[in-house]
Each structure stands twice: as C-alpha cells, then as structure tokens.
C-alpha cells in the first residue's frame, strides 16, 4: 500500500459527460501527479501540483483541468469526454517539489461509452 | 511526448535467469528511476540513480547508468515467477520540471 488513494476505483460514463477523479497523497507529501495510461499512449504526464500552485505541465488536453485543495487533496476534472479518454488515471505523490520517488495510487479506470 | 526509451519491448525468460532491460535517454538529467507496474496496478517504485552515480543495487536488482550514452539498464539477478510486470523508466531532466516515463518492458518470469 502506497498510502495515496484514489476514487473512484472504476467510472463508466458516456461521451459527453463530465468527470472529476479524486486523489489524496501521502501524508505529508505536497507534491501530486496526474498520469493518463492507455494501450497505445502508454504512461502520459498530465500535470503537477505541488503545495496548491500548478508546477509542471505535460500532455493535459484543454479539455482537462486539475485542481490541488489546501489540505493537499488534488481533483482531475474530464469533460467533454470522447472515447479515446478511456484509460487508467494514477495519481502519483512526492515530498518534494520534482525529481523524487513517487508514490502511486491504485489508479481509476475510467471507460467511456 | 516520452523522454526514455525502454529495450526490449517484452522478454521472456525462465524462473532463476537473470532478466537485463535498457532505457535510453535524450537529454540531460538529474536521475533516473526504475518503476515496476503489475498489470492494472500503479506503479510501484524500484530503485533511483543520481546522474552522479554508475552503479546502484538494491536487493536482487542492479542499475547502471552511463550519461556519456545517456542509457541505464536494470538487471534482475536470479529472477522470480513472481517479477512478471513491467518495468518502467523515467527520467527527471535538467530542463525540465516532468519526469518522463518510457513505454516499459513487458517481462515475463516462466515457472
């Protein structure tokens, strides 16, 4: 057990439709990372937050935004959603800012049809 | 877009032979970690070389690391049925504030 949970653990929802997956890290950890992994995209960097401010983007369609709470707690919000966004989402933590191990949840495996 | 570059893409080996995977990089880093990956599971963390670093063991596992060819392989000596995963490679780049992950290697321990 990693100590970051995730929900939910599955999500099935048709195109269209808005989303938004929850993420808390380890305690004490203030960094958070959002990770998009498909069969043919593999692991895709989404996005980093790191004590509430946005630190690191990656390949976040606009389409997708992400948001980290004062008690560190960070949200992903799909909308809009196509089929091609079915995927696992993990939402990983660190202690630091970058650079360092990280923790990752279990993942949601989000199916859109 | 993905920085490290993981070889092979599968192997396949039997219970008690050594498994070697590479990962090539293009830029330069501040280290580099190893992650395995259960099927369906996250990622779970293995092992981290700092770019002033070689050589790296932990337990049954060995990482180097050249950054003259900007390449790191992950050995895994007397492997297990139960190291049937894949292995993931992410680099933490200098001018970068992301890590990026390879595609994996898809390794597969036959009892």
């Known amino acids: 057990d990693s100590g970051v949970t995730q929900t939910p653990k599955h999500l099935i929802t048709a195109t269209g439709q808005r989303v938004t997956l929850r993420c808390s890290p380890r305690?004490?950890?203030?960094?958070v990372y959002w990770y998009q992994q498909s069969l043919d995209q593999g692991l895709q960097f989404l996005i980093q937050y790191y004590n509430g401010e946005e630190r690191a983007k990656g390949n976040i369609l606009e389409r997708f935004s992400a948001q980290q709470f004062p008690d560190l707690h960070s949200e992903l919000n799909l909308s809009s959603l196509e089929l091609g966004d079915s995927a696992l989402y993990f939402c990983?933590?660190?202690?630091?800012?970058?650079?360092?191990?990280?923790?990752f949840g279990p993942g949601t495996r989000l199916t859109v049809t | 877009s993905q920085q490290g570059e993981e070889d092979p893409q599968a192997l396949s080996i039997q219970e008690g032979e050594n498994a070697t995977m590479n990962c090539s990089y293009k830029t330069s880093i501040n280290n580099l970690q190893w992650y395995r990956q259960n099927s369906g599971r996250g990622l779970v963390h293995l092992i981290l070389?700092?770019?002033?670093?070689r050589e790296k063991h932990s337990g049954r596992l060995r990482v180097t690391l050249d950054t003259s060819k900007k390449s790191s392989s992950l050995l895994i000596t007397a492997s297990r049925a139960a190291d049937t995963a894949s292995y993931f490679c992410a680099t933490d780049e200098v001018w970068d504030n992301d890590m990026r992950f390879g595609a994996g290697t898809r390794l597969t321990v036959k009892p």
């Open positions: 070389i700092r770019s002033n670093e």
């Open positions: 305690s004490g950890d203030l960094s």
């Open positions: 990983a933590s660190s202690s630091r800012q970058g650079g360092d191990e990280q923790y």
